[in-house]
């Protein structure tokens, strides 16, 4: 078996599809994008074609480490989100060809169904309160919301209340047998967190997300040495390496996307090493079909699988979402919070080609928010 093409498709709301055919009739669908920068990838899609193309497909950690180390510049998110969708269609080849479910190919399931939690809005107390309820209502057991707006580097009282005010609403229609995680989203200062994670411990919440930006993860264990909060980060994160200083931080949860961190391939490799540490995978995925059916096969083969994001009817997602590019959306029919196992081949969905074709016709410029704070200088979204 050969490969004889890579075609992609910009379909919105903002998402890249990759599919890699066969000389013999097998095609892998894979989700290669930085949101934002999803012509960029596309881009660097077309350049590692270059070499895959008359290769074997089967030979996914072969042409993982040709492609990740056959150029003299590595790493990277564009090059990793690259990589991260040929890997995921490499996958839903392989196990297409032996009639399997990826899990299968790793191992084994080591779970029966998976949970997931649900993104939640809002601004105001009222309003958190009233979508934390429809999403208890939709089955969910677990939520996830921002914890502000933007935020300056030590903000005043109030800013600092009204993050506490809008968890606590949250909290209260939750009680004590549901969770709440609250995403940081790198708007605060190591200072902010540090104020802020406090005042939320007796929320007790399931994780804080990205409590301070990459590029200050070394106060990571200042943070996990000043709270009972657990800690999450790694959305940005696309490697075992960019990993492997910050797991020995304390964190609780580590959040690679498979989108971004190298595809399959390489987030099992990450929760492996997050496993050394006690640290738990809630992998990150606000993204699109392909990548939530693979991050999904990942979770029935990872051990230390805590719950798993997934962005169904999330804001981004207005006016086309998940299941517009799917022939049957029972994968993503999910019980009292909860995916089943999929049993299908490969990744366990099929794309609907039609749908994504003509949705590439029109494509997408998708961009992500640029803020600035009262006095015009550069805010963090």
């Not at 990759?18 to 095609?27: K, M, N, S």
């Not at 677990?142 to 005043?156: C, E, F, L, Y």
């Amino acid at each position: 078996m050969k490969i004889t093409s890579l075609e992609t498709y910009l379909v919105a709301p903002r998402w890249l599809f990759l599919r890699i055919a066969t000389d013999e009739g097998i095609t892998g669908w894979g989700e290669p994008v930085v949101e934002g920068r999803a012509e960029t990838v596309q881009a660097a899609v077309r350049e590692l074609a270059e070499y895959l193309v008359g290769e074997d497909p089967l030979r996914i950690e072969h042409h993982w480490q040709t492609l990740t180390k056959g150029g003299f510049y590595r790493g990277g998110p564009v090059l990793s989100s690259a990589v991260a969708g040929i890997d995921q269609a490499l996958w839903d080849i392989a196990g297409k060809v032996h009639g399997v479910p990826v899990h299968q190919l790793l191992g084994g399931h080591v779970r029966d169904r998976v949970r997931m939690y649900a993104w939640i809005g809002g601004d105001s107390p009222a309003d958190v309160a009233e979508l934390a309820q429809a999403q208890i209502e939709a089955g969910f057991t677990a939520v996830k919301m921002n914890g502000s707006a933007q935020m300056r580097p030590i903000d005043t009282p109030a800013q600092t209340q009204a993050v506490i005010d809008r968890v606590a609403a949250v909290r209260e229609v939750l009680g004590d047998e549901r969770d709440v995680a609250i995403d940081f989203h790198g708007r605060m200062s190591t200072a902010m967190s540090r104020r802020l994670l406090p005042l939320l411990e007796p929320f007790h919440p399931m994780f804080v997300e990205e409590p301070v930006l990459p590029e200050h993860c070394r106060d990571l264990r200042s943070l996990v040495e000043s709270t009972s909060v657990p800690l999450a980060t790694g959305e940005r994160l696309y490697s075992r390496s960019d990993f492997r200083d910050v797991l020995a931080t304390g964190i609780a949860v580590a959040q690679p996307d498979v989108s971004h961190a190298g595809g399959i391939s390489e987030v099992r490799r990450i929760a492996s090493l997050a496993e050394v540490h006690d640290v738990t995978m809630a992998p990150h995925c606000p993204l699109g079909p392909i990548a939530l059916a693979a991050s999904l096969q990942l979770a029935f083969a990872i051990p230390n699988f805590l719950i798993q994001e997934q962005s169904l009817g999330i804001h981004y997602n207005r006016g086309n979402d998940l299941l517009d590019y799917l022939l049957d959306p029972e994968p993503f029919r999910f019980t009292d919070g909860h995916a089943n196992r999929p049993t299908g081949p490969g990744l366990g969905i099929d794309i609907d080609e039609d749908a994504v074709r003509r949705a590439a016709e029109s494509g997408h410029r998708w961009r992500n928010p640029v803020w600035h704070h009262q006095d015009g200088s550069f805010a963090e979204w």
